[in-house]
DNA sequence: TATTGCCGTCTCAGATACTGAGATGCAAGT
DNA sequence: ACTTGCATCTCAGTATCTGAGACGGCAATA
């Protein structure tokens, strides 16, 4: 395999950081691994120390660093946005209502995507915007399928109850009137990464009198058919 | 701050990936994002693609790659096992019985770190080795803080039931007798990640001569702690 | 106590890998 | 058809990178 990048020092990076991913190695352990010269590996290394890339221990070894879960969480980010996309559109297209992703951060929950109905009357969440967990589709699916003890603290302040969740569960979706903000109808499925684990919500919403007081009735099977789609879009981009 | 580590190569391939942290960028929003010369950035985010830190999008915009995330996964295993040494230390002699780490991987659980018990009449777990979620403390204390779906597919072929597992939820801890290996006893606590997610179990392990037929009335208390303390340590070194 | 070996870190002369101006090709816009 | 902007490639020049060797520290051994 043609191991070389056009770039000899970046080549050689990567030789230090796939050494450090196995175990957290000495300067001298790198030498090994690399076979480079210990010069060499060592102004690499503390070149990537410095950009918090590798760090040391508290016996001086290398070990992979924090700003590589930061780039990680990132690129993650990037992944869901990217395949979610077309998803987005053709939801959208289908429905006729605008469409987005919701991910959890703690006790809210961020549109990290979406497709707006471009005309008329027409729910608009931008992108970033931080909504409450205690109301709303997508927040009953994001607790829906968090572990016991963390469904029940998100309950705490939540306006509806583990009997719902546990339809939500069910059924594989939730719908809400009026939750988030009054006249505003939702549906929500969840979509899982490639463990299964629930990862974000799938969600529509739009006015109460074109949803109707039965939003899941009209578009229940097509927002779940959507969140499957991206579901299964995330597992095979995940190889 | 002085951002130049000594090696300008590095510092540049930082730059490009600190540019695509925001979001998946051409190569002429590099350029403006880095204000290096656009021949560089082409060379340097090419040779990234190569070691796959950086992808191509549909549209050839260059976007955080995979191999991000395999080495976040490392470096999030070593931040655990390095927290555990010390702890895992602490409990085996506290209790005199070998101590281990337990992480979940779909049908297996996986031991990432162990202390053993030095002399006598011991369990042995070589750290890599991998078990089977069906029976054993640990399996127990690693599907009881499931959400309800993963937990209800767990118990498919697992020895207990959810009974056993809202025990283990209300106590804190789970306690087994003989179910991975005649003769031995085991007790375990749930450890979790800075969200509060159960993220591992820290176990211990020994004869049932020694550990009794109630192996969580003799050391449930210090094995809990132990499993506070390490969730602790995890919170505090990912700030 | 003295010696030895290994490790991490630093220096710097020399080599070469990297740089970036400029060229080329292509697609989009007018 | 022409222009513009972008991505990609070439290659002469030089600045960066390399690694042999030196140095200091520490642990192990005699």
Redesign the pocket.
Known sequence: MDNSS???????AAMVLDALESRPA??????TATG???????????ALVHHRLVN?DIQ??FVLGARLVELASAAGEDRLTAAAGPVLLQLRDATGESAQIFRRQGDSRICVASAERPVGLRDTIPVGTQLSMRGGSAAQVLLAWEDHDRLLEGLTNARFTPTVLAGVRRRGWAQSLGEREPGVASVSAPVRGPSGRVIAALSISGPIERLTRQPGRLHSDVVCNSARILTESLRKSGE
């Open positions: 056009g770039v000899g020092v970046i080549d050689k000495s300067l001298a352990q790198l030498v480079l010269a210990r010069p060499t590996v060592h102004r690499l290394a503390v040391r001086g070894r």
